[in-house]
């Protein structure tokens, strides 16, 4: 994409629309005429090694994704550390209540959490206090049960009991807590709030019955039923449909949010760690970003911070692959630079990230991560410098990096940027520099048409076997155009991405990892589409994107498999040696079934088909299956397999070989196909 164009797209500016070359007028063509075509595939001539974690997961803090996503806490501004400090907050008077609402300073929680709220009461009515609206509204399950918990001071005479009630969108209480004993220290109090009834809009009410004054900080409702149902945990349905993927790795804080609008926004790792209450939380730079998607009460709490991160990769079962600030801000914003002599201060806070991954636990960084929980590493294998940086600048920053890291750690890979666009000036300078560097991964970021997905399904068959390695690291198929706020997740996107794909899993020697952007969206609260994952308040969906990238990251074979795709068809063939299954990825973009003859001796396997006549279909919050994969079993002859296509389809073949002592075993156990 032209950097011009995304840059007057995120300000907002009407752009003319503007065809680029690769644009296929057509490519989703109707035929008829349906005769067998033959897939050739070379089962005797395994050739590279594909990684077993090439199919990963993108994460970044936009549309919601952590605070009112991900991170499960229902109370916005917990901390009254808002720009707006009552921003989600509104005050409360009942029968005759008057007091005031008082955001103060002196005597707070700690440094990193400067305000907090007195409530003075001077009347206290059937009720003092203030409401919080929740991110879009507050979710909560009949049966749930939360925990209600704030820390409180009492400055002597003032109310010694607080009570919360939650109110569904009729006005009904559906939930009641009780805190109380408050003293003149703060203290942390919490009960449990059990919800009546389902609801994706409530709010919490948080009242005082007595006057004189009483301070409040970090107000919470968390609900106890969470991913591994830890405390500060996740929330269970969206972690489920990363883990169901069984990704390889798990890009982590992002994106541009890496990068910050400005340098003192950026993301600061070490900021993110230790108690909630100890995080300095910033405004989310997703807040202003999309003119036309202003979310001005879009803030990070941190509340999953890096621990919560490298903890959820584990449990997925995912490599963490963290993105740190090279000492430059985002170059759509202000490009703000540090000064190439305060580089240092950067790497050292990626070399700090390494200890706190993998340092022994005598060491300061490792010794803070033992005492969070988790002595063992977290088996850091990867970092990525710098998100979508480009330039000279970049460049200079880079070596230095690579200098640092790469003397003091050589085990770890370091991941470069070839900047936002898959082409272009920018693009080749950074690809010749880092080749030059023979730096070890490059990160190629692709936001397009899905014509251009289709056209470029070939794009690394040509790539240098010898030079870095690619990490697709950003791309989705632009069904509107891009950065377009009319983009969807629908099939015709999905199913050029599938076809694409099969180009780099063809090329698994050269394309090590690949993951789509972004991840998560909240239905109510998102500033870009398309996303892999939407959700509401109670409710999630993967879209049909999603289930593509399901499909490739849980039917990875160990070896490429030589393969002739014919005409309109986008085909990679893979062998399993650990199940002794050859795997074929067939995506046909014609609206006309495709019947093919895969010639070799199978035993009976199974097919896998994501398919749906209609390119404009997509799951939806009340349609969440519309677009699935169907699975059936498949029959082979001593000839091969003769199969039909479904029109727009994409379908994944595992087929047991019928002599599998040919090959070499494998240690390793395969995924779960489906
Ligand atoms: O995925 C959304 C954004 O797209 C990412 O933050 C950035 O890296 C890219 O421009």
Same mark, same amino acid.
């Given at each position: 994409m032209p950097l011009l164009r995304k840059v007057q797209d995120r300000l907002g500016i009407v752009v003319v629309a503007v065809v680029t070359g690769f644009l296929l007028i057509g490519a989703f063509a109707q035929t008829s005429a349906p005769t067998a075509d033959v897939i050739d595939i070379h089962v005797d001539k395994p050739g590279a090694s594909i990684s077993p974690g090439m199919f990963g997961v993108f994460f970044e803090d936009i549309n919601f994704a952590a605070d009112g996503g991900l991170y499960p806490e229902r109370i916005k501004n917990r901390s009254f550390e808002? %720009? =707006?400090? !009552?921003? &989600?907050w509104t005050k409360l008077l009942r029968d005759g209540a008057e007091g005031e609402l008082d955001v103060r300073t002196e005597g707070a929680l700690n440094a990193n959490n400067p305000h907090y709220l007195r409530l003075h009461v001077d009347t206290p009515g059937s009720g003092f206090g203030i409401a919080n609206s929740g991110f879009r509204g507050i979710g909560a399950q009949a049966g749930e049960d939360f925990t209600f918990s704030a820390y409180v001071r009492n400055t002597g005479s003032g109310p010694r009991k607080i009570r919360a009630a939650l109110i569904d969108e009729q006005g009904k209480t559906i939930g009641e807590a009780l805190l109380a004993g408050f003293n003149r220290e703060w203290k942390k109090y919490q009960a449990t709030l059990h919800a009546t009834a389902t609801t994706a809009h409530a709010r919490l009410n948080v009242i005082v019955e007595e006057p004189g004054d009483v301070d409040l900080d970090m107000v919470s409702l968390y609900p106890k039923d969470t991913w591994k149902n830890r405390p500060n945990g996740l929330r269970k349905d969206l972690v489920q449909f990363l883990a169901d993927m069984h990704p390889g790795f798990m890009r982590f804080p992002g994106g541009c949010i890496v990068e910050g609008r400005r340098l003192a926004l950026r993301y600061q790792w070490k900021k993110t760690v230790g108690d909630v209450s100890d995080r300095l939380g910033i405004v989310n730079r997703w807040n202003d970003e999309m003119a036309k998607r202003l979310t001005p009460d879009y803030f990070q709490s941190f509340g999953l911070g890096f621990f919560e991160y490298f903890q959820l990769a584990e449990d997925i079962g995912a490599s963490p692959l963290p993105i740190v600030n090279? $000492?430059? &801000?985002c170059q759509f914003n202000s490009s703000e630079t540090a000064p190439l002599s305060e580089t240092g201060a950067f790497i050292q806070d990626a070399l700090d990230l390494i200890d706190f991954a993998? $340092?022994?636990? =005598?060491t300061p960084w490792g010794a803070v991560r033992a005492s969070l929980g988790h002595p063992a590493s977290f088996h850091l294998k990867t970092i990525g410098v710098g998100n979508e940086q480009w330039g000279p600048r970049y460049i200079e920053r880079y070596k230095l990096f690579a200098a640092a890291l790469k003397s003091k750690h050589p085990e770890i890979a370091l991941i470069s940027s070839a900047g936002p666009s898959p082409s272009g000036k920018e693009f080749d300078y950074l690809w010749s520099n880092l080749r030059q560097l023979h730096a070890d991964i490059v990160d190629e970021h692709y936001y397009a048409r899905p014509e251009w997905f289709l056209a470029n399904s070939a794009r690394y068959d040509g790539y240098d076997r010898k030079g870095p390695k690619v990490f697709a690291g950003e791309y989705a198929a632009q069904t509107d155009r891009v950065v377009s706020l009319e983009n969807r997740n629908n099939w015709e996107g999905a199913i050029a991405e599938a076809a694409f794909i099969t180009g780099l899993e063809r090329n698994a020697d050269v394309v090590a990892m690949a993951s789509y952007a972004p991840l998560f969206a909240h239905v109510d609260a998102?500033?870009? %589409? /398309?996303?892999l994952i939407w959700f509401d308040n109670l409710r999630s969906f993967g879209t049909p994107n999603y289930y593509v990238q399901k499909l490739y990251a849980n039917n990875v074979g160990t070896r490429i498999l030589p393969v002739t795709a014919p005409k309109g068809l986008y085909v990679s063939a893979s062998i399993d040696q650990r199940t002794s299954e050859v795997i074929v990825k067939i995506v046909n973009v014609s609206g006309a079934a495709r019947p093919v003859k895969i010639g070799g001796a199978f035993g009976s396997g199974r097919a896998f088909v994501l398919a749906n006549a209609n390119l404009k279909a997509e799951n939806s919050l009340?349609? /969440? $299956?519309? !677009?699935t994969p169907v699975e059936s079993a498949v029959a082979a002859s001593p000839q091969g397999l003769s199969f039909s296509l479904q029109p727009y389809s994409f379908t994944v073949l595992r087929l047991p070989l019928a002599n599998p002592r040919a090959l070499k075993p494998a240690k390793t156990k395969s995924p779960d196909p489906s």
């Open positions: 808002f %720009t =707006e400090p !009552l921003s &989600a090279c $000492g430059m &801000a993998n $340092g022994p636990v =005598e998102w500033q870009w %589409t /398309p996303d009340d349609q /969440p $299956g519309l !677009l």
